[in-house]
């Protein structure tokens, strides 16, 4: 099925990465700190480095892309499934990776957008368009609405898609319409109506199962989970990827080093798991040591129960950059052409020896 459609495949992930290519053509005025992440009242709350806005998002997508189909291909049922069904696979995450770039790179430059508007407004579309295309999903356990009653009954599972299709088309209609509702109560309509949508066709499947009961037409084996070789299969591999995130992130968590060189003109905080900070004696305007200090809330950078790195931000600093061990509270404090930087290396110890060579070389 892939090589029946390998030219639309390197179409989609072309498209999908073509935010990477407009991000090269703005490098040089893009800002070193993008938004690239929003809360549910709209406004920006994280931030990534260029290197991660730029090419994080739509690589991440692209790779998603790939398994999203790669699962879908496997699925034997799949073979003689709709083409428009099957083609609605490859533009999903396309359209998704052209959408969230342009919100990035449109943040990036300033323009005024109201986050909650533009979100409902996609979120709708891509529910209306999904909803014409339900009704003619044949039965399969990939794409659609994959409960028992459904997948293990056909009159079922066209009744329920062409049912759920008009669900989705009202339910994306509907979103579309609350873009234009008061600011205030946006980011709840996105909460209240994506569980309707998604239980409602369940629920009329289930209904339809227990009518079907009645009649002789469907049997209680129907209502059974019949775990397919493809579904173990899968089942397997999202075990393995959990098992292998979870074993990386409590090693990230409980290990990592800040260490110190010195050079003749400089100093060079070398991170694990972060960019190195590099600064020049002659641009430091204060230093002070201290038994604590606020670290605020983290911007962006890398944050774990030991480290702390990357650009922050307090009521004292403003804006300011942190690289410190968690459990450490002494700190040396530096004035770095006109923002804070805030150091420490894991105990009060090496914390005061660091503060005394900088003395010391800045003579």
């Known amino acids: 099925m892939i090589r029946q459609n390998k030219l639309k495949l390197i179409l989609s992930s072309l498209i999908i990465i073509i935010p990477c290519l407009v991000g090269l053509v703005l490098w040089d005025v893009l800002p070193e700190q993008m938004a690239t992440h929003w809360g549910i009242d709209g406004n920006a709350d994280g931030w990534s480095g260029r290197i991660l806005a730029v ?3 739509p690589v991440i997508i692209l790779l998603l892309h790939w398994l999203c189909i790669l699962f879908t291909t496997l699925d034997k049922k799949n073979r003689d499934q709709n083409a428009k ?58 794409i659609g609405i994959k409960v028992p009653w459904a997948l293990n009954n056909e009159e079922n599972w066209n009744k329920t898609h062409r049912f759920g299709g008009k669900v989705w088309v009202v339910g994306g209609a509907i979103f579309m ?16 109506l994506i569980l309707p949508l998604a239980l409602i066709p369940c ?25 397919g070789k493809y579904s173990r299969i899968v089942t397997w591999i999202i075990l393995g990827a ?8 409590l090693v990230i968590s409980f290990t990592g080093e800040l260490t110190v060189r010195y050079d003749d003109t400089s100093f060079t905080v070398e991170a694990s798991y972060w960019d190195d900070l590099t600064v020049d004696y002659g641009d430091i305007e204060g230093i002070e040591y201290r038994e604590d200090s606020d670290a605020g809330d983290r911007v962006s950078g890398f944050g774990s129960p030991r480290l702390g790195m990357g650009a922050f931000r307090n009521e004292e600093f403003g804006g300011y950059t942190r690289y410190t061990y968690a459990k450490c509270e002494t700190c040396v404090v530096l004035r ?28």
């Open 85 to 142: 069904v099957f083609g609605i696979i490859y533009w999903i995450c396309p359209a998704t990776s052209v959408y969230a770039s342009a919100i990035v790179y449109a943040t990036a430059f300033g323009m005024p957008l109201n986050m909650s508007v533009f979100t409902l407004i996609f979120i709708g579309l891509m529910f209306i368009v999904i909803g014409n295309y339900l009704p003619k999903c044949k039965q399969n356990s990939t």
């Open 203 to 227: 629920i009329y499947s289930y209904v339809y199962y227990r009518k079907q009961l009645k009649l002789g037409t469907a049997t209680k084996a129907d209502s059974r989970v019949v775990v």
């Open 336 to 363: 770095v052409n006109g923002k804070a930087v805030v150091i420490n290396l894991g105990d009060e110890q090496s914390t005061q020896a660091f503060y005394e060579e900088l003395l010391s070389r800045m003579k």
């Open 55 to 57: 090419f994080g998002i």
């Open 177 to 192: 319409l609350c873009a234009f509702l008061p600011e205030k109560i946006l980011p709840y309509v996105l909460l209240i």
């Open 242 to 249: 959990v098992a292998v995130l979870l074993v990386v992130l």
